[in-house]
């Protein structure tokens, strides 16, 4: 088990950018680990996936070019840098950790992964 807390979401206007932050209280490195968002009257969806170097991330067509996930194992933390934000990108996002034993590099699907953050508040002003 892995406790996650996401922080930096907010208040912004259309075409601006948040970077999103999790923080992993045990040993990120053993983790392939993604970001998923929730908006009200819909179901959780996934944003970006990254594999536990770093080397292999995957985004959905809806951020890609927009979003970049990136991951730094030695301060155990789990970024998202989104860009050109529009008003559709308005949800609660959360971070995740699958499980360690999982042999995928990349892990897209939500029910694969065990361990979710609080989420984070995204409100993109148009």
């Known amino acids: 088990q892995v406790h996650l807390v996401e922080s930096g979401g907010g208040l912004v206007q259309a075409g601006g950018s948040l970077r999103l932050s999790c923080v992993a209280s045990?040993?990120?490195?053993?983790?392939?680990m993604g970001w998923f968002r929730q908006a009200p009257g819909k179901e959780r969806e996934f944003v970006c996936a990254i594999g536990r170097s770093g080397r292999n991330s995957e985004c959905s067509d809806s951020v890609k070019g927009r979003f970049t996930i990136t991951r730094d194992n030695t301060e155990n933390t789990m970024y998202l840098q989104m860009n050109t934000l529009k008003p559709e990108d308005t949800a609660v996002y959360y971070c995740a950790a699958a499980d360690s034993a999982t042999p995928l590099v990349v892990v897209t699907t939500a029910h694969q992964y065990d361990n979710w953050g609080q989420g984070t508040q995204v409100t993109v002003s148009s």
């Open positions: 045990g040993r990120m490195l053993t983790y392939p």
